[in-house]
Protein backbone atom coordinates (compact mmCIF):
# COMPACT_ATOMS: atom_id res chain seq x y z
CA UNK A 1 0.00 0.00 0.00
CA UNK A 2 1.80 3.68 -1.17
CA UNK A 3 1.97 6.18 1.73
CA UNK A 4 2.36 9.77 2.50
CA UNK A 5 2.75 8.63 6.24
CA UNK A 6 6.60 8.74 7.30
CA UNK A 7 5.38 5.00 9.13
CA UNK A 8 4.14 3.76 5.55
CA UNK A 9 0.53 2.64 7.05
CA UNK A 10 -1.69 5.38 5.38
CA UNK A 11 -2.58 5.85 2.36
CA UNK A 12 -5.49 8.62 1.28
CA UNK A 13 -9.21 6.89 0.90
CA UNK A 14 -13.21 7.64 1.19
CA UNK A 15 -14.45 8.61 4.38
CA UNK A 16 -17.74 7.65 5.95
CA UNK A 17 -18.67 9.30 9.07
CA UNK A 18 -20.35 7.35 11.84
CA UNK A 19 -21.56 9.75 14.11
CA UNK A 20 -21.08 8.08 17.59
CA UNK A 21 -17.86 6.44 16.79
CA UNK A 22 -16.97 9.92 16.04
CA UNK A 23 -18.37 11.34 19.26
CA UNK A 24 -17.10 8.34 21.72
CA UNK A 25 -13.40 9.01 20.05
CA UNK A 26 -13.58 12.47 20.97
CA UNK A 27 -14.17 12.48 24.40
CA UNK A 28 -12.01 11.96 27.19
CA UNK A 29 -12.08 13.20 30.97
CA UNK A 30 -14.38 16.18 31.58
CA UNK A 31 -13.07 19.30 32.66
CA UNK A 32 -14.04 22.70 34.23
CA UNK A 33 -13.35 24.74 31.17
CA UNK A 34 -15.20 22.34 28.02
CA UNK A 35 -17.74 19.08 28.55
CA UNK A 36 -17.67 15.82 27.14
CA UNK A 37 -20.57 17.03 24.62
CA UNK A 38 -18.73 20.44 23.65
CA UNK A 39 -15.83 18.30 22.64
CA UNK A 40 -17.85 15.77 20.50
CA UNK A 41 -19.66 18.50 19.01
CA UNK A 42 -16.36 19.74 17.58
CA UNK A 43 -15.11 16.59 16.81
CA UNK A 44 -12.03 16.92 19.39
CA UNK A 45 -9.16 14.40 20.36
CA UNK A 46 -8.26 14.18 23.70
CA UNK A 47 -4.71 13.01 24.55
CA UNK A 48 -4.33 10.66 27.43
CA UNK A 49 -1.15 9.58 29.17
CA UNK A 50 -0.10 6.14 28.00
CA UNK A 51 -0.18 5.33 32.05
CA UNK A 52 -3.74 6.29 32.48
CA UNK A 53 -5.08 3.43 34.54
CA UNK A 54 -8.79 3.47 33.82
CA UNK A 55 -7.76 3.59 29.83
CA UNK A 56 -5.69 1.08 30.60
CA UNK A 57 -8.23 -1.39 32.51
CA UNK A 58 -11.28 -0.05 29.39
CA UNK A 59 -8.87 -1.48 26.70
CA UNK A 60 -8.20 -5.07 28.45
CA UNK A 61 -11.92 -5.11 28.54
CA UNK A 62 -12.16 -4.53 24.99
CA UNK A 63 -9.15 -6.73 24.39
CA UNK A 64 -10.55 -9.49 26.12
CA UNK A 65 -13.86 -9.73 24.42
CA UNK A 66 -12.00 -8.83 20.68
CA UNK A 67 -12.93 -11.94 19.71
CA UNK A 68 -16.29 -11.83 19.86
CA UNK A 69 -16.48 -8.28 18.17
CA UNK A 70 -14.51 -9.84 15.32
CA UNK A 71 -16.68 -12.71 14.89
CA UNK A 72 -19.83 -10.34 14.69
CA UNK A 73 -18.68 -7.92 12.41
CA UNK A 74 -18.05 -10.32 9.90
CA UNK A 75 -21.61 -11.62 10.36
CA UNK A 76 -23.67 -9.33 12.13
CA UNK A 77 -27.50 -9.76 13.38
CA UNK A 78 -30.35 -7.78 11.33
CA UNK A 79 -30.28 -4.80 14.05
CA UNK A 80 -26.27 -4.61 13.98
CA UNK A 81 -24.20 -1.80 12.40
CA UNK A 82 -21.53 1.12 12.60
CA UNK A 83 -18.67 -1.59 13.42
CA UNK A 84 -15.57 0.12 14.53
CA UNK A 85 -12.02 -0.08 16.04
CA UNK A 86 -9.97 1.95 17.85
CA UNK A 87 -6.20 2.14 17.35
CA UNK A 88 -3.19 4.32 18.48
CA UNK A 89 -0.83 6.03 15.79
CA UNK A 90 2.14 7.41 16.71
CA UNK A 91 1.74 11.37 16.12
CA UNK A 92 5.23 13.86 16.78
CA UNK A 93 3.63 14.52 20.68
CA UNK A 94 2.43 10.94 21.18
CA UNK A 95 -0.13 8.39 20.41
CA UNK A 96 -3.15 9.75 19.09
CA UNK A 97 -6.33 7.67 19.39
CA UNK A 98 -8.59 7.29 16.12
CA UNK A 99 -12.11 5.33 15.33
CA UNK A 100 -11.26 3.26 12.39
CA UNK A 101 -14.81 2.93 10.03
CA UNK A 102 -15.14 0.87 8.06
CA UNK A 103 -12.60 -1.91 8.60
CA UNK A 104 -12.00 -5.18 6.80
CA UNK A 105 -9.55 -8.11 7.86
CA UNK A 106 -7.26 -8.93 5.05
CA UNK A 107 -4.81 -11.58 4.85
CA UNK A 108 -3.60 -11.05 8.71
CA UNK A 109 -4.06 -7.53 9.01
CA UNK A 110 -6.91 -4.93 9.21
CA UNK A 111 -7.64 -1.86 7.00
CA UNK A 112 -9.93 0.62 7.37
CA UNK A 113 -10.35 4.83 7.44
CA UNK A 114 -9.93 7.12 9.90
CA UNK A 115 -13.08 8.20 11.17
CA UNK A 116 -12.51 11.30 13.60
CA UNK A 117 -10.20 14.50 12.49
CA UNK A 118 -6.34 13.86 13.08
CA UNK A 119 -4.80 16.57 15.37
CA UNK A 120 -1.50 16.16 16.25
CA UNK A 121 -0.81 13.21 13.44
CA UNK A 122 -0.59 15.78 10.79
CA UNK A 123 0.20 13.60 7.63
CA UNK A 124 -3.01 12.10 8.09
CA UNK A 125 -6.61 13.39 7.13
CA UNK A 126 -10.08 11.93 8.44
CA UNK A 127 -11.05 9.17 5.72
CA UNK A 128 -7.39 8.03 4.94
CA UNK A 129 -7.07 4.27 4.70
CA UNK A 130 -4.50 2.81 7.45
CA UNK A 131 -3.34 -0.64 8.16
CA UNK A 132 -3.03 -2.16 11.26
CA UNK A 133 -2.84 -5.43 13.12
CA UNK A 134 -5.12 -6.94 15.53
CA UNK A 135 -2.43 -6.18 18.55
CA UNK A 136 -3.19 -2.52 17.43
CA UNK A 137 -6.98 -2.65 18.19
CA UNK A 138 -7.61 -0.93 21.71
CA UNK A 139 -11.36 -0.67 21.69
CA UNK A 140 -14.49 -1.67 19.77
CA UNK A 141 -18.09 -0.54 19.05
CA UNK A 142 -21.01 -0.89 16.97
CA UNK A 143 -24.52 -0.14 17.51
CA UNK A 144 -27.70 -3.20 18.18
CA UNK A 145 -30.79 -2.24 17.73
CA UNK A 146 -29.96 1.17 18.91
CA UNK A 147 -27.73 0.31 22.05
CA UNK A 148 -23.99 0.85 22.02
CA UNK A 149 -21.79 -2.15 22.64
CA UNK A 150 -18.44 -1.45 23.56
CA UNK A 151 -16.66 1.74 23.38
CA UNK A 152 -15.25 0.73 26.56
CA UNK A 153 -12.49 3.86 26.21
CA UNK A 154 -15.64 6.42 26.30
CA UNK A 155 -17.87 4.24 28.64
CA UNK A 156 -14.69 4.96 31.32
CA UNK A 157 -14.02 8.89 30.05
CA UNK A 158 -17.82 9.36 29.91
CA UNK A 159 -17.88 8.31 33.96
CA UNK A 160 -16.30 11.00 35.13
CA UNK A 161 -18.23 13.59 33.60
CA UNK A 162 -21.06 15.42 35.00
CA UNK A 163 -24.41 13.27 35.09
CA UNK A 164 -25.85 16.73 33.18
CA UNK A 165 -23.54 16.33 30.37
CA UNK A 166 -23.49 12.54 30.58
CA UNK A 167 -27.41 12.78 29.52
CA UNK A 168 -26.71 15.22 27.51
CA UNK A 169 -24.28 13.30 25.14
CA UNK A 170 -26.79 10.29 25.34
CA UNK A 171 -29.68 12.32 24.05
CA UNK A 172 -27.63 14.23 21.23
CA UNK A 173 -25.89 11.42 19.70
CA UNK A 174 -29.03 8.78 20.05
CA UNK A 175 -27.31 6.36 22.48
CA UNK A 176 -28.75 4.03 24.58
CA UNK A 177 -26.12 2.51 27.26
CA UNK A 178 -25.65 2.76 31.08
CA UNK A 179 -22.46 4.08 32.11
Do not use: C
Amino acid sequence: MSSDYPSGRTAKGYAQILSAARAAASSARHTATSSILRKAGRDEIVFLPLNDATIAAASRIARDTLPGFLALAKRPGPKMEGFAVKIAILAHDGPEYFWIHPFAHVDERFIGQINNTPRSAVNLKIGATVAFTEAEIIDWLYMDAGTMMGNYSGRTALKSALQQDREAFKRQFGLDFDF
